[in-house]
Every structure is written in C-alpha cells, then in structure tokens.
T-cell receptor, first 110, second 116 residues
Framework: KNEVEQSPQNLTAQEGEFITINCSYS?????LHWLQQHPGGGIVSLFM???GKKKHGRLIATINIQEKHSSLHITASHPRDSAVYIC????????????FGQGTRLTINP | GAVVSQHPSWVICKSGTSVKIECRSL??????MFWYRQFPKQSLMLMAT?????????EQGVEKDKFLINHASLTLSTLTVTSAHPEDSSFYIC????????????FGPGTRLTVL
C-alpha cells in the first residue's frame, strides 16, 4: 500500500461542477502539498498545509491531521482547470523528503 | 515569494553530448535543493538531494557520474546530464527549500530534455 493515496485517479466533469479530490496518507507529516501539473509538464504549487483550511480563488484545501486526510476542492470548475493534481507529503522522518500520490487527472468539459 | 526558476525550459540535444540544467531560487536562499525526474504519466521520482556547499546525496539506482549535481551557492543548483542517451529523455524538475517561512519545498517549472 502506498504511503499516499489519492482518489479518484481520473475525474471528468462538466464546466461549473464542484470538484473534490481526496488524499489520504499513512505516515507522520510536517506538511501536505497540493500541486497542479498541466499538459506540457510545468508544476505549480497550489497549497502547503499543516492544519486547517486554505482558500485561493476558486480553490480550497483542507486537512484533518487526526484522520490523515486532505481534500482539494474546486468551485465553479472551468476547462482551464483540466490538469493533473498531485498530493505530496513532507514526512517527518527522512530529511523532509516528499512522498507523492499518484495524481488525479481532472478533465473539465465545456 | 518563494519563486523557483529553471533554465532551459526545454532542450534537444544529440546523443553523447552533455546538458546542463539550472535551478535558481529567486527570492529566498535555498539551503537544500532536490532534483526529480518524471516519466510520462508517472509521478515524480527523486534523483538526489543537494545541500549548499556539500556533495549531493543520490537516491538508490541513480548514477552520480551520469547526473552531476552542483549546489555552489544558496540560490543556484545545476544538474548536468553527461553523455546523454535517448533513454535520458525525460522531464526534470527541481525544488528548493530554505529556512524559516521557506522551510518547505517550492517547485521549479521543469525542463524537458529530448535526446536524439
């Protein structure tokens, strides 16, 4: 079992829909990252969380440390949100290396 | 804040040549830089970790003579792919970590290497 599990692996939705991507982890962490990777490869850091909730525009990220779970929400989704969303955790042991989820491929149709 | 750049963003080279990729932290001092490789439709794979002024620590299976990493200053690390071959074609991504509020990994945009 991977230390970081994302669900779903693939998600297709219509423009305007509310999107939720989930991330569960099984190790002790100092922080959790949500990353976005568009076709063509460039990675954008969306959020870094160690507790609670963060919001940036239409994106919301939450984390529950006790349950070892995080969610990324996209409100009023748009085709330009189509990308791969990656959850990564900084593990407490191991020189703060990142452990990555397998990614969620999101496609928003117009 | 916390901007990391990479140069070049893409490069095409002939087999047997060496290619250097730069990773810079633009607005903070990066005490540690990480180099990742990503194959199509796969997640990022950590290649090595470098601390400023010391030798890089390579992950198991990564050839240190093939992938030379230099972290000569607090804002610059370089990855040199020596004697590149087509199987080295990949997407290479760096991240940088500093101190205080920058004590987490901030990612560069990546460099796509194609070896002909």
């Amino acid at each position: 079992k991977n230390e970081v599990e994302q669900s779903p692996q693939n998600l297709t939705a219509q423009e305007g829909e509310f999107i939720t991507i989930n991330c569960s982890y099984s190790v002790g962490i100092s922080a959790l990252h949500w990353l976005q990777q568009h076709p063509g490869g460039g990675i954008v850091s969306l959020f870094m969380l160690s507790s609670g909730k963060k919001k940036h525009g239409r994106l919301i990220a939450t984390i529950n440390i006790q349950e070892k779970h995080s969610s990324l929400h996209i409100t009023a989704s748009h085709p330009r949100d189509s990308a791969v969303y990656i959850c990564a955790v900084s593990i407490i042991q191991g020189a703060q290396k990142l452990v990555f989820g397998q990614g969620t491929r999101l496609t928003i149709n117009p | 804040g916390a901007v990391v750049s990479q140069h070049p963003s893409w490069v095409i080279c002939k087999s047997g040549t060496s290619v250097k990729i730069e990773c810079r932290s633009l607005d903070f001092q990066a005490t540690t830089m990480f180099w990742y490789r990503q194959f199509p439709k796969q997640s990022l794979m950590l290649m090595a970790t470098s601390n400023e002024g010391s030798k890089a620590t390579y992950e198991q299976g990564v050839e240190k003579d093939k992938f030379l990493i230099n972290h000569a200053s607090l804002t610059l690390s370089t990855l040199t792919v020596t004697s590149a071959h087509p199987e080295d074609s990949s997407f290479y991504i760096c991240s940088a970590r500093g101190r205080g509020t920058y004590n987490e990994q901030f990612f560069g945009p990546g460099t796509r290497l194609t070896v002909l």
